[in-house]
């Protein structure tokens, strides 16, 4: 059943970034994109609230899906910023980045400490970075120094940053009340963070963005839709395993979306992020297997 759950979370997720993507070539915001996805968040989870006991869950439930809510609008909002300027066969492989982050919060935060292989695994997932970019010879940069000047590239390790705290938080929020209830709420709390963001950063610009919207209601939808199955996926695998170990699961979906953004988006240098990406694999499967 897990591997079922793994599966259908990494297609949730791939195909989640492809429409993301797709609804910021047509122009639209991107924070104005994460408050449609939360909307349709929030439509698909009032209808559940009303299964859950609220007044049985405690302060400490309240604590962390609220921290682990605010974490994720903002991690949203740089992950859709990275899919508007970057490479969707970049933004794959860059997500491994979560098992280095994740593997370090969770030996700080909850006591989860990597064996030697799980390390050796992470040094390999940096390594892996390297093949994502060219050398410039006009400037003598090296390929890690050259992606991390990369305002995307930049806007993906923040949303990898926020996401792998907001985990930690998700996680505590899954053993003090359940995958099902973190689901709901964590849902119906993001949707007036977005807005508020909206209403600071947007402020005349969210109407253009709701007319211009219209014609992409279908996209908005599916986009929603995939980021509620892939959450609840998400939560249900973090109740059975490691944060750092199963988010390192979590990362062999990089290699679809390479495969993806050279279909879909045409993207180049195609041999080249594959090799990263199976590199990158490779440490998260070190991680795995330790």
């Known amino acids: 059943m897990e591997l ?9 997720s791939s195909f989640s970034s492809v429409f993301q993507k797709q609804l910021s070539h047509h122009g639209l915001h991107p924070f104005y ?43 949203w909002m740089f992950l859709v910023i990275s899919l508007s300027k970057t490479d ?28 030697t292989q799980g390390i050796v695994g992470v040094a390999v997932i940096m390594v ?17 120094f050259g992606l991390l000047l990369e305002r995307g590239v930049q806007a993906r390790f923040l949303s990898i940053i926020l996401f792998s705290v907001g ?12 995958a099902f209830e973190t689901l709901i709420f964590w849902s119906l709390f993001g949707l007036p963070l977005i807005l508020l963001a909206n209403a600071w950063f947007l402020r005349d610009r969210f109407i253009q963005s709701v007319r211009a919207s219209y ?58 992020r594959l090799l990263a990406g199976l590199v990158m694999m490779a440490g998260s499967s070190l991680v795995l297997m330790a």
């Open 88 to 115: 969707l066969s970049v933004f794959g492989p860059l997500n491994a980045y979560k098992v280095v982050i994740s593997t370090v919060l969770g030996a700080f935060f909850l006591g989860e400490i990597p064996s």
């Open 167 to 178: 985990t930690v938080f998700l996680k505590n929020s899954v053993l003090y009340a359940g």
């Open 33 to 75: 994109i994460v408050a449609a996805t939360y909307f349709i968040l929030s439509l698909l989870a009032a209808p559940l609230i009303g299964l859950i006991d609220a007044p049985l869950l405690g302060g400490a439930f309240w604590i962390n899906i609220f921290l682990a809510s605010l974490l994720d609008v903002a991690g």
């Open 215 to 272: 014609p992409h209601l279908h996209t908005i939808v599916m986009a929603g839709v995939l980021v509620f199955l892939m959450q609840y996926l998400t939560l249900v695998l973090l109740s059975r395993m490691l944060v750092a170990y199963a988010l390192a699961l979590f990362q062999l979906g990089m290699l679809l979306q390479v495969v993806l953004g050279h279909t879909l988006f045409k993207e180049g240098q195609f041999i080249r």
């Open 4 to 12: 079922l759950f793994i599966f259908g979370r990494i297609l949730s």
């Open 128 to 144: 892996g970075s390297f093949f994502l970019t060219q050398t410039s010879a006009a400037t003598d940069r090296s390929r890690a």
